[in-house]
């Protein structure tokens, strides 16, 4: 059998066992899923892909590219109620510097 992507394959899996990567039981349905934690934030997110990237550069005339991306934490929505509480905690971390 030749398996020519085999290097790949264990580059990935190499990648996704130093990620950080915790189990986490999804509420509504009890399935297990693997998940990077935010301690500041207090939550979860997925784990990383194509699908969870957020764009976050600016075009010419200074427009985002947010809205292209497919998942966005709360805590990165300007004006919600855990950005607000996300940027609190990262003054407080930061006002004894």
Known sequence: ???PFWAIR??????????GLEDYVEPSSGKTVRV????????VAPADSVYTTI????MRDNKDLLGLSCY??????P??????????KIDTIFADL
């Open 1 to 3: 059998m030749i398996d």
């Open 10 to 19: 264990c580059g990935m899996q190499i990648y996704v066992d130093d990620a």
């Open 36 to 43: 990077k934690g935010n301690p500041i934030a207090g939550s």
């Open 55 to 58: 764009f976050e550069y600016k």
């Open 72 to 77: 966005m934490p709360d805590w990165l929505i």
């Open 79 to 88: 004006g919600h109620d855990a950005q607000r509480d996300y940027s609190a």
